[in-house]
């Protein structure tokens, strides 16, 4: 949930990214991690330690291919660096499970896609209208770029094909708005999952509190 208020706090920040270039990649991560979160949650215990584990394992392999870097280039000017990164890696794995224990799992943490993850905890819809479409920017498919990076030549000659283009998208506050639902639908699921009750105004509550504020200083400050 950190990290969900993390990268919406960083999205409203950032207004010049409040547009189809950029948003799309912090949604992207956003709904990324709600269905996993969501499908943790309901074995709380075994799956979170399948995902810290699967983190670990991909740690030690990335520590493991800089040792092979190292051991093939020996001359390399950069190796002093490499050598103390392999150092901070290894204390790091270490300080969570001594690294003869962690395995390296080279498929998906969860031996599940998101598609199944999404169904199993019951959010499939965010992973059809939200997850596959802000998959097409984070992964640069031809749906994202042929709209965001592309216009028709102007030559009927050439049969109007299209060719690259750069071009400003504009700033359209909605994606702003479905980082705050995003981070929303955390908070539910936390409340949920510990029965937790919240005194303080939900994300949602506070985004048509503040649009709909009519200019009330107190308020405002508040």
């Given at each position: ?29 956003m ?6 979160l ?25 520590m493991e ?23 901070y ?36 819809g ?5 997850y596959k ?11 994202h770029?042929?709209i ?7 030559s ?6 299209l ?25 539910e ?21 503040y ?12």
């Amino acid at each position: 949930m950190s990290r969900q208020v993390t990268m919406s706090i960083q999205m409203a920040r950032s207004p010049n990214i409040w547009n189809g270039h950029s948003a799309p990649l912090f949604l992207r991560a956003m709904t990324d991690l709600h269905i996993a979160l969501s499908w943790i949650m309901l074995d709380l215990e075994e799956r979170s330690k399948k995902y810290i584990l699967h983190g670990l394992g991909e740690e030690k392999l990335l520590m493991e291919h800089f040792k092979k870097e190292l051991e093939d280039n020996p001359e390399n000017p950069n190796n002093e660096q490499l050598i103390q990164l392999v150092d901070y890696k290894s204390a790091w794995i270490n300080s969570q499970r001594r690294d003869f224990f962690v395995e390296v799992n080279l498929g998906n943490w969860a031996q599940l896609d998101y598609r199944r993850m999404s169904q199993e905890a019951d959010c499939e819809g965010l992973y059809k209208f939200a997850y596959k479409p802000f998959s097409h920017a984070a992964h640069n498919m031809w749906p994202h770029v042929s709209i965001y990076n592309c216009k028709d030549c102007n030559s009927p000659l050439h049969k109007h094909h299209l060719i690259p283009d750069l071009f400003e998208a504009p700033i359209d506050i909605d994606f702003l708005f479905r980082s705050c639902k995003y981070v929303h639908m955390a908070y539910e699921l936390f409340m949920e999952k510990f029965s937790l009750v919240v005194q303080a105004p939900m994300p949602m509550d506070w985004w048509y509190n503040y649009f709909d504020d009519d200019g009330d200083t107190e308020d405002d400050e508040a």
